[in-house]
């Protein structure tokens, strides 16, 4: 011990100074903490660079008391970097994965149809339904929407609201409560003509369901969710024409009866397709393409030039809509809003359900101040 003491004693008499380690050794370095630290002690690197902004600015220097934390801060970026590196190599898989191993996500292929899809269609009123019709040359009789052409403009909707577009989302939630009545319809119908049939078979009558000869299967291949809805409506529907003919043709309903069936239904369909091609149709327009929700606020000319358009042709866009409270089934617009954003569709939701409000009572002010309608009475006076 006494040697110790002399040999530094010397080494101060020799103008040298021994170095303190354990000061150092025995410090402890004070730092910024915050959940969701990646650190297990709760480091937070973007507060440490906040305490330390002023002193690295100043040039670090290394007399100064903060030397070590700027030290420590240096290697936790470098620890941060690292720990992304290693979760990049594997992939974001659990560190129990080997990283040869994690890495084969990126061989793995994308997800394809194994197979064709098809659909069967027994009647031409179905075929017809789902092909179209087109206008005959030199003949000036306007051609019939199918939903083929359908399919292609809901597909254009689906990916019009990848732009943030709120009129597209708005066509998409028109078809699918129009689609969701038609099919109820039908359902309601089919029920009807087996509920008949099934009386025919209590009396001993079997009837079987009328079914084509030769059926036509149609390839489909659609490009978005919505192409299926259609599939699905055309199969429907075909079946309810072969209910329709085989209840006329066992004399279980007459011809008037079968085509008022027929009609009714197929002006149903073709009423949502029509809407829908509407939507398509202007919302696809080059002066258009770029309509999103962000261009309710600000004062882009252009902006206020698509709005003022698309209320023109369809109207005010429902405050419902634009704020995302009701929203199709299927969307590419993305879900991650900022805080911001939110805001921002809380505002102009709130002042498109005053402006609603508003309407809605000019319309029944005006319902109350119109005159009455002449009774039998007052005529014959």
């Known amino acids: ?3 110790t ?22 410090a402890r370095i004070t730092f910024e903490k915050e959940d969701g630290s990646p650190f297990a002690d709760g480091y937070s690197i973007r507060g440490e660079e906040n305490v330390l902004a002023e002193y690295i600015q100043a040039g670090a220097s290394e007399s100064d008391p903060r030397f070590d934390r700027y030290v420590e801060l240096l290697d936790r970026r470098e620890r941060l970097a690292q720990m992304q590196s290693e979760h ?14 994690a890495q084969a996500i990126d061989d793995l292929g994308m997800l394809i149809d194994d197979g064709v899809d098809q659909m069967t ?37 689906w990916l019009l609201t990848g732009n943030n577009n709120p009129y597209a989302d708005w066509a998409l939630v028109r078809y699918e409560r129009g689609l969701q ?64 003919k085989t209840l006329n043709r066992k004399s279980l309903q007459s011809d008037s009866q079968m085509r008022e069936s027929l009609s009714i239904a197929s002006r149903a369909i073709l009423k949502v397709f029509y809407d829908t091609a509407r939507f398509s149709r202007w919302l696809s327009r080059s002066e258009m393409a770029d309509l999103n929700r962000a261009d309710w606020i600000g004062t882009d000319v252009q902006a206020r030039k698509r709005i003022e358009f698309a209320m023109e042709v369809f109207g005010p866009v429902p405050a419902v809509i634009y704020k995302v409270e009701v929203a199709p089934s299927h969307s590419r617009r993305r879900y991650s809003l900022t805080d911001a954003e939110r805001t921002v569709l809380q505002q102009v939701g709130a002042q498109l359900e005053a402006e609603e409000q508003a309407q809605r009572l000019a319309e029944a002010d005006a319902s109350t101040d119109a005159p009455a309608e002449p009774t039998s009475s007052t005529e014959s006076a």
């Open 121 to 157: 269609i027994h009647t031409i009123e179905a075929l017809r339904m789902f092909y179209g019709r087109a206008r005959e040359p030199g003949s000036k009789v306007n051609p019939i929407i199918g939903g083929r052409r359908i399919a292609a403009s809901l597909r254009n909707l």
């Open 1 to 3: 011990m006494a040697t």
């Open 181 to 244: 009545e038609v099919q109820e319809h039908l359902r309601g119908a089919i029920q009807q003509c087996e509920e008949r049939m099934q009386q025919q078979r209590k009396l001993g009558l079997n009837y079987t369901v009328a079914a084509s000869s030769n059926p036509v299967n149609v390839n489909l291949g659609f490009k978005s969710p919505y192409g299926y809805d259609i599939s699905t409506l055309i199969v429907q529907y075909d079946y309810f024409v072969r209910l329709q």
């Open 88 to 101: 990049q190599e594997r992939r974001g898989a659990d560190p129990l994965v080997p990283i040869s191993d």
């Open 5 to 26: 003491q002399a040999k530094q004693q010397n080494k101060r008499s020799s103008g040298i100074d021994a170095i303190d380690l354990q000061s150092i050794l025995g």
